[in-house]
Every structure is written in structure tokens, then in C-alpha cells.
Nanobody, 115 residues
Framework: QVQVVESGGGLVQAGGSLRLSCEVS????????MGWYRQAPGKQRELVAD???????NYADSVKGRFIISRDNAKNTVYLQMNNLNPEDTAVYYC?????????WGQGTQVTVSS
């Protein structure tokens, strides 16, 4: 049973930083693409950033230059370093991991940025 578990969310003031982590367990396969999505109240879930097993990255325009995605393949873990946060970044952040070409989602972690 593949499990995807996020951690690291919380409340931060505008201009602050947070680091999210997402660990994938329960599979003999290494994750292919891994990524972070977010969903704000009343809005659709959107891609924040993703990273391939080879390390190629892709970012939403709204977070370029502020967020950094990285992964540790040995730990099957993906990270999202979020800097210079603003209230528009407030959302539930979800981790997605593609394992053996099947997508798995975490339960989400709340990020709240106060002005």
C-alpha cells in the first residue's frame, strides 16, 4: 500500500518561509515524477511545482523565484522550500507522487500566510 505523507505546513507572516516535506512509502518502485499542488478556498487545485526522477523542475509562474522544489531519491522524499510567502499563497498543499506510472496523493497540509 503506497502512502504519501506531507508535513511542514503552518502559519507564517508575509515575507516568511516554510519548508514542506513529502515522504512516499510502501512501494518497491522509486517515484517517477513528484510534485506539489495547492488548493485555496473556492478555487481549483493548481500545480505549484514538480520534479522528475532525473531532477528536471517545473514551476507555476506565481512561485518562480520564490519556491524551490527538490527531492531525495534515496529517501523517496520531495521538498518544497517556500520563501517570501504572501497571503495569496494560503492554501492546502498536496503532494503527488507517480509510482510505477500511477498517481498517488497525500492528504494535504495547510499553509496560512498572514498579512
Amino acid at each position: 500500500q503506497v502512502q504519501v505523507v506531507e508535513s511542514g505546513g503552518g502559519l507564517v507572516q508575509a515575507g516568511g518561509s516554510l519548508r514542506l516535506s513529502c515522504e512516499v512509502s510502501g512501494s518497491n518502485y522509486r517515484s517517477n515524477a513528484m510534485g506539489w499542488y495547492r488548493q485555496a478556498p473556492g478555487k481549483q487545485r493548481e500545480l505549484v511545482a514538480d520534479i522528475t526522477s532525473g531532477g528536471s523542475t517545473n514551476y507555476a509562474d506565481s512561485v518562480k523565484g520564490r519556491f524551490i522544489i527538490s527531492r531525495d531519491n534515496a529517501k523517496n522524499t520531495v521538498y518544497l522550500q517556500m520563501n517570501n510567502l504572501n497571503p495569496e499563497d494560503t492554501a492546502v498543499y498536496y503532494c503527488k507522487a507517480v509510482v510505477n506510472y500511477y498517481p498517488y496523493w497525500g492528504q494535504g497540509t495547510q499553509v496560512t500566510v498572514s498579512s
